[in-house]
C-alpha cells in the first residue's frame, strides 16, 4: 500500500513519524564531533560565540573560532578528522547540499585526514578564499596565511589536486612531500611546486610544540550550558568565567588509518 492509498489524516501521520525517526539520524550523520580540545575554540551560534567542549557537535554551515592557544580535533561520520590551529576562522560543510564539501577555510590552518571508505576514494574537498582542494584520502594540510588570502597547501600522504579559484587554468597535482602557495593575483602555472623538507618540517614542529602542549595541560570535559557550551567570555560549569572543566586529558589520538 503507497502512501497515496492512506487516507490524508494516516498520511500526514506517517510523514510526520518518518521526520521524527530520519531528522536525528541525519543531523548526527551531518556533524561533527569534539574529540580533542585545548584553549579557546568556540562555534557562531546567533552570531554569538559559544565554547565547546570535548563531545560537543557542530553542524553544517557552522563557523569555528580559534583563539591564540586554540586547538581542536574533529571527528565525522566515515571517521575522518579536522585539526583547527590556534587563531584560525573556519566554517563546517559551508554546502550541506554537497558532503564532498568539507571545509571552506577563512584563517589559519587546518590539518585534514581523509579515511578511505572500504578502500575506495572518498572525495571531499576544502576551500579557501583563492583555492579550492579536492581530495580521496589523504593527509594534507591548508593554512590561509595572510590578508591577501595566501593559501598553503602542503601534502602529508597521498595526493591533492589544487585549483585557483580566482585564476582560471590547469589544476596541480600535488603528491606526498610536495607544498604548494596559492596565490591571489598569480595562475598556479606561474608557482614552482616546493618538493623540499622545509615548509613540512615548519608544519610539524609547529604541530609537535602544539600537541606537547595540549597533552600536558588539562583537556576540557563536558558539561555547562546548551550541550556543553557556554557563551564566550561567559561562566563555565565550574563556575569561572571561561571554565572548561577539569578532566584528565587522554593519551595522544593514533594517527587515522588510510
Not at 18 to 40: D, F, M, N
Not at 46 to 72: C, E, H, M
Request: charged share 20%.
Amino acid at each position: 500500500m503507497g502512501l497515496r492509498s492512506l487516507g490524508k489524516p494516516a498520511h500526514w501521520l506517517l510523514v510526520a513519524v518518518l521526520s521524527a525517526v530520519c531528522a536525528p539520524i541525519y543531523a548526527e550523520e551531518s556533524a561533527a564531533k569534539v574529540i580533542t580540545l585545548s584553549g579557546q575554540v568556540s562555534v557562531l551560534r546567533d552570531n554569538a560565540p559559544w565554547v565547546l567542549n570535548v563531545g560537543d557537535s557542530i553542524q553544517p554551515r557552522q563557523i569555528v573560532i580559534t583563539g591564540p592557544d586554540g586547538f581542536a580535533v574533529f571527528q565525522v561520520s566515515d571517521g575522518s578528522t579536522f585539526e583547527v590551529f590556534p587563531n584560525a576562522r573556519v566554517i563546517f560543510r559551508e554546502n550541506p547540499g554537497s558532503w564532498r564539501d568539507l571545509l571552506d577555510v577563512l584563517l589559519g590552518r587546518v590539518k585534514v585526514h581523509i579515511q578511505k571508505l572500504g578502500g575506495m576514494p572518498n572525495n571531499n574537498r576544502v576551500r579557501t578564499p583563492t583555492a579550492v582542494i579536492s581530495v580521496r584520502g589523504t593527509v594534507f594540510d591548508v593554512a590561509v596565511e595572510d590578508e591577501d588570502d595566501t593559501t598553503l597547501v602542503s601534502v602529508e600522504e597521498g595526493q591533492v589536486v589544487v585549483e585557483h579559484l580566482q585564476k582560471p587554468g590547469p589544476a596541480r597535482v600535488l603528491n606526498e612531500g610536495e607544498s604548494l602557495r596559492v596565490f591571489k593575483n598569480q595562475a598556479l602555472a606561474m608557482t614552482p611546486v616546493d618538493r623540499t623538507p622545509l615548509i613540512r618540517g615548519i608544519l610539524r614542529a609547529a604541530e609537535q610544540a602544539l600537541y606537547e602542549a595540549v597533552y600536558r595541560t588539562r583537556i576540557p570535559g563536558s558539561g555547562g550550558v546548551g550541550g556543553g557550551g557556554v557563551p564566550a567570555g561567559g561562566t563555565g560549569s565550574g563556575g569561572q568565567p571561561g571554565d572548561h572543566g577539569k578532566n584528565p586529558p587522554p593519551p595522544p589520538p593514533p594517527a587515522p588509518g588510510h
